[in-house]
């Protein structure tokens, strides 16, 4: 949208919003609707000042009929650090990336909820199962960002967009609505959630809660599972409050959520528990328009506390043992945000701090664990920007620059022989010197867009970002069956470089073709790097079984990924909706002076190809259907490229019916033909099954 145009639209929607607000009786639909548009056209506006040549993605209500990770599937390149989804992926495993630059289980992209970042502060991975379906939709925008919080979003940003309030002070003395959600479906799932709005004249008020409960599926095949497997069964509820007040022509937005999840990965002794809390606070004023001084101040809390058994199954699957018991895994974040934007400038200030530790119990040789382990420590990033952009009859440019300062301090690594004392009273068997880690990082933006023809507009950009690694890659080791993977408390910051260019074809309303070049350059990229095979001892991880390897994370020097997007829309007159999109990486380690024969392999869970294609017809206002295909190439779940994880296509469909303006039917089939989707593999051909076959159908209705 063009400066004028975006002004005009703001003029109008101001103006409809001013009206609304004058009239006696104010509650009518169509002011109402007004406001929202009002609200939604200002929320997607004022956050952001510098994205021209930017590449984004919308996706909509109608795709987050599942959970927010699967949603993010049908968009090449973006998704989990491995295939499984958060109905059966282990939680530390979640973390998202938007471009395979290589895979990371923490994640290399930002993601937010409202505008407050939603990475774990001990591991940088995401909890998708603490989201309700309340939403407007998910913008992911892809390649490096700088701006608020840029010393997160690597590889992009996915912004969780929630359900806009009306605004304080445009509706009747008092307004409520009650929508619940009612789903069921197989693998034992069942589930509830119901939203709450409370509508005052000068607050409004949204009352959010869930749960749901299932059963999950095996995570091995019926040739290779024995007696001690068991379903990957999961429980989670969430409750959120959130108040938007307006005082003085001050808009004051209060946020409390609060999450609970219980899960068993594929053993009975397997279980993990979280609990989680975030609080946050934001003030800006209350009436937003794009020709007006704009500043925003916000802070935010959040608290983790995690436990995890890692087991390990025997005789031929029929006994298991713990191996490794995390049995107290707390952590904390805080943040603070402060910007101002005028005349196509924005200027900002964030911070944020992280502390964490994991205290876990390991070296269990059959009689108990013997040791026990503490380690863990603080991290702090600090950073500065300013943006531009100006929009002009040639074209829009944008440029961003920004400067961190981070540190992290505080390590420590204590190891305790249980049989010697109860730790905390007993001195450590093993005190590791944790050496205190700062520095400053540049990094910036530059974009353009031009408008070739009525029909085509060219797009650009370069950038470099950067991403410190978490608490979790410094301080916490684990283990996947035999393979066990150690902690590295002397990683660098990720580096990333970017140049991308391409061009929109938009002929008609009804026609949107897309194409995108680009070429990212990591540099210190954090990996799992295989340093031992077993069976053996090794003073860094201890015992190494059978078949297993020993792993630590570690900075690659250099990888480079070229990439090729394709993406395209048409909506015909017959009510079909026709869509795809079509990624090409080549991403391959190209520098590791420290194993060079690493050079020329592809990062692990990185794909050559991804394809997604999706059919949707809407027939009228009552129903509507839709079937989608996704392809993934195959790809690579260890380092050194020996375990190889072949190709897969699932087909997903779905439906909605609504029975009346308040009652809706919903009906979702995911992996419809239970094609074999295979996560992991360990060396001698275990392999571990995701995105089994799961279909649920669903009530909503409003009151």
């Not at 701006?147 to 445009?170: C, D, K, S």
């Not at 920007?385 to 920004?402: I, N, P, Q």
């Amino acid at each position: 949208m063009s400066a004028t145009a975006a002004q005009q639209a703001t003029d109008e929607q101001t103006e409809n919003w001013q009206l609304c607000s004058d009239l006696e009786d104010n509650n009518t639909s169509g002011c109402l609707e007004e406001i929202r548009l009002y609200h939604m056209y200002v929320y997607a506006k004022r956050p952001r000042v510098a994205e021209a040549g930017s590449d984004q993605t919308v996706v909509g209500t109608w795709n987050l009929s599942g959970r927010i990770d699967h949603a993010l599937d049908g968009i090449p390149g973006a998704g989990p650090f491995r295939r499984a989804n958060s109905f059966t992926a282990h939680p530390t495993t979640q973390g998202v990336t938007l471009r395979p630059v290589g895979g990371n289980a923490a994640g290399r992209a930002l993601v937010t909820l409202d505008g407050i970042p939603q990475n774990d502060p001990f591991g940088g991975w995401v909890y998708w199962s603490s989201y309700s379906s309340f939403l407007e939709g998910v913008r992911v925008r892809k390649g490096g960002t700088g701006g608020a919080f840029g010393a997160q979003a690597l590889t992009g940003v996915a912004e969780i967009v929630p359900i806009m309030p009306f605004g304080g002070g445009t509706t009747p003395a008092y307004e409520a609505g009650l929508t619940t959600k009612l789903v069921y479906g197989n693998q034992g799932t069942k589930g509830a959630e119901a939203r709450a709005d409370i509508l005052l004249r000068r607050t409004d008020i949204a009352i959010e809660a869930g749960y749901l409960d299932s059963e999950g599926d095996y995570l091995l095949s019926d040739g290779q599972r024995g007696p001690v497997d068991a379903r990957a069964a999961s429980d989670s509820r969430f409750l959120s409050f959130a108040v938007d007040s307006d005082l003085a022509g001050i808009s004051i937005q209060a946020r409390a959520r609060v999450f609970e999840e219980n899960r068993i990965n594929g053993l009975s002794l397997a279980e993990n528990r979280t609990s989680a809390q975030q609080y946050s606070l934001r003030l800006q004023p209350a009436l937003v328009t794009l020709d007006t001084v704009v500043w925003e101040l916000t802070t935010y809390y959040q608290k983790r506390d995690f436990a995890n058994v890692f087991a390990s199954a025997r005789d031929d699957r029929t006994t298991e043992r713990a191996v490794l018991d995390q049995f107290d895994v707390p952590a904390w974040g805080a943040g603070v945000l402060a910007r101002v934007q005028f005349s196509g400038f924005e200027l900002g200030i964030d911070g944020r701090r992280m502390s964490g530790e994991t205290n876990e119990r390991f070296r269990n040789l059959g009689a108990g664990f013997t040791r026990q382990r503490r380690a863990g420590g603080d991290q702090w990033t600090l950073g500065f920007y300013g943006e531009y952009s100006h929009d002009a009859d040639w074209g829009a440019v944008s440029a961003t620059l920004r400067y961190d300062r981070w540190r992290t301090y505080g390590g420590v690594r204590d190891e305790f022989n249980i049989e010697n004392g109860f730790p905390g009273f007993a001195s450590p068997d093993r005190s590791d010197l944790v050496p205190n880690r700062k520095g400053g990082e540049w990094t910036g933006r530059v974009g353009f867009e031009r408008a070739l023809t009525g029909a085509i507009d060219l797009r650009a950009a370069a950038y470099k970002t950067w991403r410190l690694p978490t608490l979790n890659e410094y301080y916490r080791p684990f283990r996947v069956v035999n393979d066990i993977t150690e902690a590295n408390p002397n990683l660098t910051p990720e580096t990333l470089y970017g140049l991308e260019v391409g061009f929109d074809y938009e002929p008609l309303n009804t026609v949107k073709l897309s194409a995108t070049y680009y070429r990212n350059w990591l540099k210190n990229g954090v990996g799992n790097v295989t340093i031992g095979f077993g069976p053996g001892f090794f003073p860094l991880g201890g015992f190494v079984p059978d078949g297993g390897v020993l792993r630590q994370r570690t900075n690659v020097d250099e990888s480079i990924t070229d990439g090729i997007e394709f993406d395209a829309e048409l909506i015909l007159e017959t009510n079909w909706t026709l869509s795809a999109s079509y990624l090409y990486a080549r991403a391959r380690i190209t520098k590791f002076d420290a194993m060079p024969e690493l050079v020329g392999k592809r990062p692990v869970q990185t794909p050559k190809h991804s394809l997604s294609a999706n059919v949707a017809y809407f027939g009228g206002k009552n129903w509507s259907i839709d079937v989608g295909g996704r392809y993934s190439s195959a790809q690579f779940d260890d380092d050194l490229n020996a375990r190889r994880l072949g190709g897969i296509f699932v087909v997903n469909a779905g439906g909605r019916y609504h029975v009346s303006d308040k009652i809706q039917l919903t009906v979702q089939a995911d992996n419809l033909f239970d094609a074999k989707v295979v996560s992991a593999v360990t060396a001698d051909g275990l392999e571990t099954l995701a995105q089994r076959r799961f279909w649920r159908i669903g009530l909503e209705a409003s009151f």
